[in-house]
């Protein structure tokens, strides 16, 4: 199996600190007369978990969309491991370990769960080509065999494995929701940007997505980036919040510090923290 090319500088004692996994610089969007984002900077650490909060219309999606390579910034530029990747394509992002989950649902319905993993593997390719799809080659065996397995491993790993043979079209909101995120990391992921992740959960979907994030970021050195409306999931999961209102960073710290920030429940007019 081919691997992901790295990107990281290799660590020991003489060697610099590792670079954030990605860093946003003084990022601008404008749509026409909106200005969407507006100098907006924001760092994300391996291993770190951060949620990314605002009110209706802050600018997450669009920051979302500029970090995995969807716009392209007016100003500003994006880094991944140190490397600058404003100008990169969501498809090269992705190869590189970013990965994303979207507000409304991306899977393929008419395909079973397990095989919207497997095809979330498939740009690694199949080793031979068209030709050794049709004739079926061992080497192609091989690579599909290696792909259900990963599936199967995340599968087990979300709460989902009995759920494999099921038409993803078919599944109620939560579980879907879940699925999205196994599909993410069905391929091991160095960023995560989820979307919306826990929306249409119920409380004990939410409690067990919560500890898949955690599992990741603390066992797999994946760095995540969360944008809920479900204030306080994020406040319980992240280590560091980042509040944008109208385009702008309003406030960013420890959830204790967000949650206190007068522009904060200014921003989301009280309710923010209850
Ligand atoms: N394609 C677009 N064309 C024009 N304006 C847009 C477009 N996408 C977003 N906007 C505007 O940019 C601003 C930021 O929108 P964005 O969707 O990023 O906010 P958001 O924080 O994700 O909102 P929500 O929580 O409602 O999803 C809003 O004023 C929105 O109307």
Redesign the pocket.
Known sequence: MSSTPALSVPSGPSAPPAPPALQATNIG?R??G?Q??DDVSLTLRPGEICGLI????????????VLSGIRRPDEGRVHLDGTDVTRRSPVWRARHGVRRTF?RQQLFGQLTVADNLVVAQEWRGGGGGLAADLLASPTRRTYERDRRARAATVLRACGLDDLGGTYAGALPVGRARMVELARAVADPPRVLLLD?PASGMTADERRHLSSVIRRLSEEEGCAVLL?E?NVAFVMELAARVVV?DL?HVLAEGTPAEVHFDRRVRDAYLGTTAD
């Open positions: 969007v749509f026409g909106i969407a984002l605002g009110p209706n219309g802050a600018g997450k999606t669009t920051l979302f969309d507000q919306e944008v409306h944008l385009g």
